[in-house]
């Protein structure tokens, strides 16, 4: 069974669920890029509501968003630096 990873369309803007294999291909790969969930999240010092936005796209539960802060928020999804 082939490995399967999250890829956009490129023609579309899509994200699409595809063989892995399919992204070395320079036919059937030839549409999609890997996709970059990072891609998606809002700056560090984006808004309140950027990133409550983006913490419910990501499942975190609507009182769960509510109760924190933009920057604890922001703490749950970017990697802290040492």
Avoid: C
Wanted: glycine share 4%.
């Amino acid at each position: 069974m082939p490995d399967f990873v999250d890829a956009v369309a490129k023609s579309t803007g899509e994200k699409q669920v595809i063989p892995a294999h399919w992204l070395d291909d320079p036919v059937l790969g030839a549409d999609f890029e890997p996709y970059d969930e990072r891609a998606d999240m809002p700056a560090r010092n984006a808004s309140k509501a950027d990133w409550a936005a983006y913490a419910s796209s990501q499942g975190l539960p609507p009182e769960q968003v509510e109760s924190l802060s933009r920057d604890e928020l922001a703490t749950i999804y970017v990697p802290q630096e040492d």
